[in-house]
């Protein structure tokens, strides 16, 4: 009976698992993205009939341009990364170069295009694979009066996901047959642990370390109305704060060529992680001092405790944002595994910063004031506010020292423009050079200072 529930769930679940990473990673179950690049192709009538025509008169395939400013726009129903555009056309004294607009959003932004010089034939315009475009204007007349003939008109996307599909698919299956086999001899197994002489201890201890952490969770709203919602609803209020304040009062226009908002939220939720685990953490030793005063127990993984704490509100507050992104046709696909890796990223590091901090905490209580002006400090010197481009690029290793950076620009570029974690791979190297040596550092002071805990507490 067990082997049966087990294979059923695998076998569901795998089915579910392949629909949903196809759909999540191409945004459609249309089998022809496994075999080939898609591509969009177009006649003369298609385009008269499919394509928004604006100041052209199409009389038999010859579209013959009314004003100077004539165009042809071209819609898709979602995010396409456009690698190029092939375009056969019959002309006359083509010689001026054509504008090619591309827009993520709702208006042409006047400075996302690209300009080529076409021929009467066939004509190849690289794009290079520019990311989330909605819809693309084509300008091919300078003049009024000026006509063509368009034989043949094709749009072809840059595809790298499907090679993704087909290289993380079976580890996300493996992992969560693994994940089946563990749940259904849960039991089994935690009794095997439990009795090991070798493992016995190590899982007495990872048991107490994860009840702490949902208890921790779980009072943080308990007697309150709301709940956990409470701890959702305050930060998403202030992202829809300045959300409003930047993009509806001062009118912020599209960063990256993605709506404010995305740009926005890829940056609050990360550094929310990061404020609450090390706000959290550094209060660790004095609000469990009755812990901390029992000789048995292994005060080091309070701070752990904290981190794990705000890792489970971090996690919703993931899922909220891929939601979001998915609103707005943004899906990440498998760079969903980035923001695992960022918040792991996170985790650590504010795990180092705990160990200090609440070390001396214990001694000094002004700490905990003092973090509370510093967090406010460093939430404008990092790049989460405004645009690190803006900083002359002399200047640029001043942001770049503060390991911050390189996990929320990281957030940013991975769900934005498809980077993955290692694509900054100098600032990863200095962000895990700092944060082993808070790490280290954190857990010798916390060492040194220990035995004092029980006599100031």
């Known amino acids: 009976m067990r082997k049966r529930k087990t294979v059923l769930i695998a076998f569901v679940g795998t089915i579910l698992i392949i629909i949903g990473v196809f759909w999540g990673n191409f945004g459609t179950l249309n089998l022809q993205f496994l ?12 385009i008269s009939q499919n394509c928004k025509v604006t ?28 690698k190029s555009i092939e375009l056969n056309i019959s002309a ?14 709702k208006e042409y932004d006047g400075s996302s295009y690209k300009e080529a010089v076409i021929n009467s034939g066939d004509n190849l315009i690289e794009l290079g694979g520019i990311r989330g475009i909605r819809k693309i204007r084509l300008d091919l007349t300078q003049h009024s009066g000026e006509s063509f003939s368009v034989n043949k008109l094709v749009i072809k996307e840059e595809y790298t996901k499907r090679l993704y599909f087909w290289i993380f698919t079976p580890v996300i299956i493996f992992c969560y047959w693994i994940a089946c086999v563990i749940f259904i001899n849960r039991n089994y197994l935690r009794r095997y642990l439990q009795n090991s002489p070798k493992w016995s201890k190590k899982y007495n201890l990872f048991d107490q370390v994860l009840s702490l952490a949902f208890s921790d969770f779980k009072a943080r709203f308990s007697g309150s109305y709301l709940g956990i919602f409470w701890g959702i ?7 829809l704060l300045f959300w409003f304040v930047f993009q509806i009062g001062f009118r912020s226009q ?26 959290g953490g550094t209060a660790s030793f004095t609000q469990y001092s009755y812990i901390v005063k ?12 904290k981190v794990l704490s705000a890792s ?14 998915s609103i707005y046709g943004y899906f990440p696909g498998f760079h969903i595994f980035d923001m695992i890796y960022f918040s792991f990223c996170f985790g650590a590091l504010t795990l ?4 200090i901090t609440a070390s001396l905490n214990v001694f000094i209580k002004d700490v905990g004031q003092f973090l509370g002006i510093a967090l406010q400090f460093m939430m404008w010197m990092t790049p989460m506010m405004w645009v690190y481009t803006t900083i002359p690029e002399q200047f640029s290793w001043f942001y770049k020292l503060n390991p911050l950076h390189y996990v929320i620009n990281g957030y940013r570029e991975s769900l934005i423009n498809g980077h993955w974690f290692y694509y900054q791979y100098k600032e990863m190297i200095w962000f895990w050079f700092i944060t082993l040596l808070l790490l280290v550092y954190g857990k010798k002071l916390m060492k040194r200072l220990s035995p004092h805990f029980a006599d100031v507490l």
């Open 312 to 325: 489970l509100l971090n996690c919703i507050f993931n899922g909220i944002l891929l939601i979001i992104y």
């Open 55 to 82: 100041e052209y008169e199409i009389t038999d395939n010859r579209f013959t341009a009314l004003t100077d400013d004539a165009w042809i726009e071209v819609s898709f129903n979602r995010k396409c990364n456009i």
């Open 92 to 105: 006359e004294n083509v010689s001026d170069p054509i504008q090619i607009y591309y827009s993520s959003d």
């Open 352 to 355: 180092g910063l705990s160990y």
């Open 294 to 305: 029992k000789v048995v127990f292994r005060i080091e993984v309070l701070p752990l405790v």
């Open 254 to 279: 599209p960063i990256d060529n993605v709506p404010f908002i995305l740009w926005l939220s890829a940056g609050m939720i990360p550094w929310n992680y990061f404020y609450d685990s090390w706000f």
């Open 233 to 239: 609803i305050q930060p998403l209020s202030t992202i």
């Open 35 to 46: 075999m080939e690049d898609p591509f969009y192709e177009y006649t003369a009538q298609d």
